[in-house]
């Protein structure tokens, strides 16, 4: 479970830029919005070195139903080559 919400969460860090363009916000209201400069939040984005508190302020301001829905299809996607069983499988495994 543990390596999982680790997984979602470099899949979520992963694709901040592109939740930002979905998101419909600009990248100067977001830096200030979090306490950074334009030229420092988009050199933070670029390399990757958001802190934790930083990307959570920036969901927290970007949160709406599209970005909700690209981080599930990122995720769906991530999960893509997991082994899966069937409905049959599942009912059985768990006594239904």
Do not use: C, H
């Not at 979090?34 to 390399?47: C, D, E, H, V």
């Not at 981080?71 to 499988?89: A, G």
């Amino acid at each position: 479970m543990a390596t999982e919400i680790v997984r979602n969460y470099k899949t979520l860090v992963d694709s901040l830029p592109e939740l930002i363009n979905v998101s419909g916000y600009r990248n100067d209201y977001i830096a200030q919005k979090i306490g950074l400069s334009p030229a420092n939040f988009a050199t933070k984005k670029k390399r990757g070195t958001l802190s934790l508190n930083e990307i959570e302020g920036i969901l927290n301001i970007i949160e709406n139903e599209d970005v909700e829905n690209y981080i599930m299809l990122e995720i769906m996607r991530s999960r893509k080559d997991e082994p899966t069983i069937s409905l049959e499988q599942l009912e059985k495994e768990m006594g239904w």
